[in-house]
T-cell receptor, first 111, second 116 residues
């Protein structure tokens, strides 16, 4: 059972376009993280959110944690080819640090 | 930043043999490490939580006798795939949480296992 569903699964866009990736669950998470993974490498942490309604910005990336701490979104403004990769959300419940990963969103940004 | 190193980066083994993958936290101590596996084009699936000095906690559906985990020190956890079969071929990734606490989990670079 996958606790965290991401949408879309795949996304191919042109350079300069904006996009939003969603991470949804019926479970409440004490913290949620977003990662980006390149092929053949380990995932790289982008952000951690812990408070319902929290919004964090990392350059062109904006992350939001849902008020009920069940969902999150990642918005990329003016996407660049370097943003290409697999984006993963991961949530931990009950104050543990056992992160369960979402289904993943594979993004391709075309020059 | 904190570094977690996995060894080997890739390994090919014959069906029926066992293979060990190491996960080391190079510049911090980790009381807890996590092992994941990832099949091509899929997400990471948590296999087990490795606790220093105690038995690992396995996720549902993961055979503990097949995937042996040992966390003998604060900087090293090992995953041994016993009697490997081709279906065990996968990308295995570990992560470590610093003993000092915090929300950040540090991931290793991953280890590719191919069973032939």
């Amino acid at each position: 059972t996958q606790l965290l569903e991401q949408s879309p699964q795949f996304l191919s866009i042109q350079e300069g376009e904006n996009l939003t990736v969603y991470c949804n669950s019926s479970s409440v998470f004490s913290s949620l993280q977003w990662y980006r993974q390149e092929p053949g490498e380990g995932p790289v942490l982008l952000v951690t959110v812990v408070t319902g309604g929290e919004v964090k910005k990392l350059k062109r990336l904006t992350f939001q944690f849902g008020d009920a701490r069940k969902d999150s979104s990642l918005h990329i403004t003016a996407a660049q080819p370097g943003d290409t990769g697999l984006y993963l959300c991961a949530g931990a419940r009950g104050g543990t640090y056992k992160y369960i990963f979402g289904t993943g969103t594979r993004l391709k940004v075309l020059a | 930043g904190a570094v977690v190193s996995q060894h080997p980066s890739w390994v090919i083994c014959k069906s029926g043999t066992s293979v060990k993958i190491e996960c080391r936290s190079l510049d911090f101590q980790a009381t807890t490490m996590f092992w994941y596996r990832q099949f091509p084009k899929q997400s990471l699936m948590l296999m087990a939580t490795s606790n220093e000095g105690s038995k690992a906690t396995y996720e549902q559906g993961v055979e503990k006798d097949k995937f042996l985990i040992n966390h003998a020190s604060l900087t090293l956890s090992t995953l041994t795939v016993t009697s490997a079969h081709p279906e065990d071929s996968s990308f295995y990734i570990c992560s470590a949480r610093p003993a000092t606490g915090g929300n950040t989990i540090y991931f290793g670079e991953g280890s590719w296992l191919t069973v032939v």
